[in-house]
């Protein structure tokens, strides 16, 4: 993966967050439910940039059905249920991007586990041997 791409997401995604906590008091609930939607879309991005669609495709397509869902309320003109949705839909984004490290972190063990198991035997033997011979009078 790209590594300037991630970082490149992750500053619009900080960018996104420290714009929608700014001031949620004294917003009207519509702009807050415009930021809550575009704080879901920036997370998903970076959580499809991450991977989950391979590694957490469950909580990927939760999140993104969420967002949808925020979106229609939104023309509905419902932004109280919006602004949840889209609250809920960046958890959700940002639980598969979680998911996606945990696993490709459990995938690379798994790799070096198995690396292990073929070293070992190659390392030890000789150094057995060498202690073995060592004892020997």
Known sequence: MNTKVIQFSLCLFLGATVTACASQASRPLA????????????????AELSGAREYAP?????AHE???AADKAIYASK????????????????????????????QKLAQ????????????LV??????MGEEQP
């Open 31 to 46: 702009e807050r439910a415009i930021a809550s939607i575009a704080l879901a879309d920036s997370a998903l991005e970076i």
């Open 58 to 62: 469950v909580q990927l397509r939760t």
């Open 66 to 68: 969420k967002k949808t």
């Open 79 to 106: 932004y109280r249920q919006a602004q949840l949705l889209g609250a809920e839909a960046h958890a959700d984004a940002r639980l598969a991007q979680a998911a996606t490290e945990v696993a490709k972190a459990q």
């Open 112 to 123: 070096e586990q198995d690396k292990i198991e073929v070293l070992q035997p190659v390392v």
């Open 126 to 131: 000789p150094v057995k041997e060498s202690l």
